[in-house]
């Protein structure tokens, strides 16, 4: 589970210029759920994505991921948790184009501090999962937009973490490419994957169980 509690964040804090992106956010997101976090385009969704993924601190309030408190963890601890804990999927892929689907797959099992005794095993378990098997031999720079988001969910799913966080998932594809994308997030939802998408897109948001709108760096 996932809890926030009046969490404000405020860049170049105490400084002259500072800026609060996010003021006093409280949400919760149980295991299982599939949730939208919406908001027009500086609203603060992007702030609150590398907040729930670890990626950025904040000054005032509590983050909990499964009774875990992150807002005290080293940077080291923290690595580790966005490893094993949290799988991103970011808009642009974020994938080594000149590595094969299967090596991008199996970047994250490099970094984990459990033994790994079959990562091509888990890697080929996880392209199955969003259907893409047949591609692990491939170079990543020789597939489609729709092809490397699929390789990206493989790639955040490896590790089984506890949720997938996908930042605009559907933003750089086509309108039956998008559609796709969405009922493989379903499908890994069913599973019993807790999935959080942050997207300004309402065809998106629709197909959630619960939306969460966020503006001006408040939570509506």
């Given at each position: 589970?996932i ?8 860049y170049?804090y ?5 800026f ?5 956010i409280?949400?919760?997101i149980?295991d299982?759920?599939?949730v939208a ?7 603060g969704?992007?702030t ?7 990626i950025?601190t904040?000054e ?6 499964d009774?875990i ?13 966005r490893?094993e804990?949290i799988?991103i999927?970011m808009?642009?892929?974020a994938?080594v184009e000149?590595?094969?689907?299967i ?9 984990s ?9 888990l ?5 199955e999962k969003v259907?893409i ?9 020789k ?19 506890s949720f ?6 559907t933003g750089?594809?086509?309108?039956k ?5 969405m009922?493989?997030?379903k499908?890994l ?7 959080i ?5 309402p065809?998106?948001?629709d197909?959630?169980?619960?939306k969460?709108?966020?503006s001006?760096?408040k939570?509506?």
């Amino acid at each position: 589970m996932i809890e926030i509690k009046s969490l404000t964040k405020t860049y170049n804090y105490k400084k002259s210029n500072s800026f609060t992106a996010l003021w006093d956010i409280s949400l919760k997101i149980e295991d299982g759920e599939l949730v939208a976090i919406i908001g027009k385009s500086g609203a603060g969704k992007s702030t609150l994505l590398h907040i729930i993924g670890c990626i950025d601190t904040f000054e005032k309030g509590e983050y909990t991921i499964d009774d875990i408190n992150a807002h005290k963890l080293s940077d080291r601890k923290l690595a580790k948790i966005r490893n094993e804990k949290i799988g991103i999927v970011m808009q642009d892929f974020a994938l080594v184009e000149e590595y094969t689907v299967i090596e991008n797959v199996k970047i994250p099992l490099y970094f984990s501090k459990k033994k790994i005794k079959s990562p091509n095993k888990l890697a080929l378990a996880a392209l199955e999962k969003v259907g893409i098997k047949e591609l692990a031999k491939k170079p990543v720079k020789k597939l489609s937009g729709g092809q490397k988001q699929r390789v990206a969910i493989a790639r955040a799913i490896v590790n089984d973490p506890s949720f997938i966080l996908a930042d605009e998932p559907t933003g750089a594809l086509d309108t039956k490419t998008s559609a796709g994308i969405m009922e493989l997030f379903k499908s890994l939802n069913s599973e019993g994957k807790t999935i959080i998408i942050i997207t300004h897109d309402p065809t998106v948001a629709d197909q959630c169980s619960r939306k969460i709108e966020i503006s001006d760096g408040k939570i509506l």
